[in-house]
């Protein structure tokens, strides 16, 4: 009784429009109320509390990293690398696009971030080669994905956060499953290039490619100190977040100089507005999962899914469901919050690898940047596209198709998450 007036409480709050992180706070609120002696005290002291779990403390250093990149001309370099390398193949530019997003994705963390910065350069690119408005807003839409698996992502931190798994390892994790979508992608670009005998560019020589990719190098430079500093003990993840915004402020200010000191305290103040929104996000999302805990409804989910008896492959199949359903209608950081106590205790039960199922968890709220209602990546490719939201949701759903069949093989060929971490 409790969690359904827990979770009725919450999507009525939505349905009426109320934003998330309230929605969740005053579900909460009114759940203690209705059914627990608690006093309010302890969701106070609760939230502020959420302000001081450690790991978290790397997300405004990676928000203020990825701004500082977004802000510079990281991105233009690595499309100029991107298209040297694959822009004379049959859907050269954007098979670039995809790799770029990919290389964005390990210096910003963030899936609009990505959208924005190689979107509003390549799409109008690809539309005067030939594609069409449609196709290229769906390109971008679904690649910028890539933001939330690529590391350092911030949702990979908020998981290693809630479940206490080494964010490291989900890092790592992150890579192989990032690269198997990019290339799947990027195979499907190049069959319906193909097919609609799209122009090519001329081959420009390697020589070009040294060239970009050295222009390039500082940027991408940074997943390797980030993970590299990691696994050579250097400094921990935590501290790792710190280091990847010293290092991007000396890139973006001393280096390409693309950033004027003086153009410094709004590139701060934007950090900070978006630090401030999304750990309102969490520290509410945070009291929503300690209601489910004091009440314990994840003990009772749990013990219900086990006396089912479901095998592995079902109970997957089963989180998967969940999580495509929750990621129509949540911001990724409040839906790991929030499901991520009632599936890790019966996941650990059968066997299945915390950190695998951190990526299945990811990969399926790429899944939920692309999908409406609330799919963030459908409203920003709409702005960069300057197309209406209609159009640009027909044009993301047939890659969902690819998305999909990548997370059914993420899901089910768990050495695909857990092989880098085995090897490190």
């Not at 206490?164 to 979508?181: H, N, V, Y």
């Not at 193909?194 to 001329?202: A, E």
């Not at 945070?286 to 479901?310: C, H, K, N, R």
């Not at 768990?414 to 090897?423: H, T």
Request: net charge positive; proline share 5%.
């Amino acid at each position: 009784m409790t969690g359904m007036f827990l979770l009725v409480a919450l999507f009525i709050c939505l349905l009426l429009g109320v934003p998330i992180a309230v929605s969740l706070g005053f579900a909460s609120i009114m759940t203690l109320l209705v059914f627990s002696d608690q006093s309010l005290l302890s969701l106070a002291q609760r939230f502020f509390h959420t302000m001081q779990v450690y790991p978290l403390l790397a997300v405004p250093f990676f928000i203020l990293a990825g701004t500082l990149m977004t802000s510079g001309g990281v991105a233009r370099r690595m499309i100029a690398f991107a298209d040297a390398l694959v822009g004379h193949m049959h859907g050269g530019l954007a098979m670039a696009s995809v790799l770029a997003c990919m290389l964005f994705a390990a210096v910003s963390g963030s899936s609009p971030a990505t959208v924005v910065a190689i979107g509003s350069i390549v799409i109008a690119g690809m539309v005067n080669l030939g594609y069409t408005r449609k196709f290229a807003a769906g390109v971008i839409c679904n690649a910028g994905t890539l933001g939330i698996l690529i590391p350092p992502s911030i949702v990979l931190v908020v998981y290693g956060a809630a479940t206490e798994t080494s964010i490291g390892k989900l890092f790592i994790a992150g890579i192989l499953p990032g690269m198997l979508l990019a290339f799947v992608m990027m195979v499907a670009i190049y069959l319906i290039a193909r097919y609609r005998k799209i122009p090519r560019q001329d081959w420009r020589g390697w020589r070009k490619v040294w060239v970009t990719g050295r222009r390039a190098v500082w940027g991408m430079s940074l997943v390797a100190i980030i993970l590299g500093g990691i696994y050579s003990g250097a400094f921990t993840p935590t501290e790792a977040a710190a280091v990847s915004a010293v290092y991007a402020l000396i890139i973006a200010v001393y280096v390409h100089r693309d950033i004027r000191t003086k153009a410094l305290p709004g590139v701060f103040v934007e950090s900070a507005r978006i630090t401030a929104m999304l750990m309102f996000i969490i520290a509410n999302a945070y009291l929503f999962a300690f209601v489910l805990t004091t009440e314990q409804i994840p003990q009772i989910a749990s013990q219900t899914i086990i006396d089912m008896g479901l095998p592995r492959w079902a109970f997957l199949l089963v989180v998967n469901v969940m999580l495509l359903i929750a990621g129509n209608f949540m911001e990724p950081s409040s839906v790991i919050l929030i499901l991520a106590p009632i599936v890790f205790p019966i996941a650990v039960s059968m066997g299945i690898d915390p950190v695998h199922l951190g990526i299945i968890m990811v990969v399926n709220l790429e899944i939920g940047m692309v999908t409406p209602p609330v799919g963030l990546n459908l409203f920003v490719t709409a702005g960069v596209a300057r197309m209406p939201i209609e159009q640009v949701i027909m044009a993301a759903l047939p890659w969902l198709l690819i998305l999909i069949s990548v997370l059914i093989i993420v899901t089910y060929v768990p050495i695909i998450s857990l092989l880098l971490p085995g090897l490190m």
